[in-house]
């Protein structure tokens, strides 16, 4: 029997199991995909309406970290998380101290469980940076950084995730540059 030739209801229940990609990567199904303009409408419909709703399940846990969602099936591969400062310090000291921050939690590791292309990082500060204010913390046997303003959340974050064989990519002007500290930090291996 084709694909087609199914009640709909039927292939959205296919639908929904391609959605979450927690068994194979959304590409595996990039044949089915592109097999008709009629699967492909109905995929970007119903895999991103599914894949939206179990990322606004796992954001409710992730508190300080906001989501792009995407559009269309083709989109689904690729997160983009933004760490805003201002929720990661959340009225705590404004010292990164040894306390997990409260979004390294089962949610976001079930984030970077899923088979996605890449998962996007992105810092954003919604204050100036005041060079004079020791905000940012000296990792034990090196000096302070200066200029990594709300990057060091991302440094500190990844270094806690401890996830370094995760597609994790980091696009920041300011921490670019500083690829010496980061080796140092042990946070990442390599930045894209």
Known sequence: MPFLDLPIELRFEVYGYIAIPHSA????YRGLYQSCQQIKAEMDSECVKVFKAHLLEIAAGLPGIHMEFPTTFGTMQRLHLIVREIEYFNGRTRYIDKTPPEFCTPQFR???SLHLLSITISSKSERKHDPDEDLY???EGFEPVEDLSPDWILLDFLRRMNRSESKIEIHSQQI?????????CGVVKELV
Request: proline residues 11%.
């Open 25 to 28: 990567p959304l590409s595996a």
């Open 110 to 112: 079930s984030l970077l």
């Open 137 to 139: 913390p000296v990792h």
């Open 176 to 184: 670019m540059g500083k690829r010496a500290v980061l080796h140092a």
